[in-house]
């Protein structure tokens, strides 16, 4: 049985990886978090894609916490299923 596009990407990517939907992009988690700030756990978090070579080149970096993450995660709805 044939893997599909999104998973072959999330294999090659790796662990940690969340690819965007629409474009080469996406973000890379590190393996461990960077440690405690007063305001929580925080993660960095590299926004990738790739060069004209193909390889793995950094946008930017992101400092922000797991707390946040998950709370703006969390505060996402699915979509409503009635029709107007």
Do not use: Q
Not at 32 to 49: D, Q, R
Not at 54 to 66: N, Y
């Amino acid at each position: 049985m044939p893997i599909s596009w999104h998973t072959r990407l999330k294999n090659e990517l790796g662990k940690g990886a969340v690819p965007c939907l629409v474009s080469g992009r996406w973000l890379k988690f590190p393996s461990e978090s960077g440690g405690f700030f007063k305001e929580g756990e925080y993660i960095v978090l590299n926004v990738m894609t790739t060069d004209a070579n193909d390889k793995d080149r950094k946008l930017c970096e992101l400092v922000v916490t797991r707390e946040d993450l998950l709370d703006a995660i969390n505060s996402v709805k699915a979509p409503s299923t009635e029709k107007a």
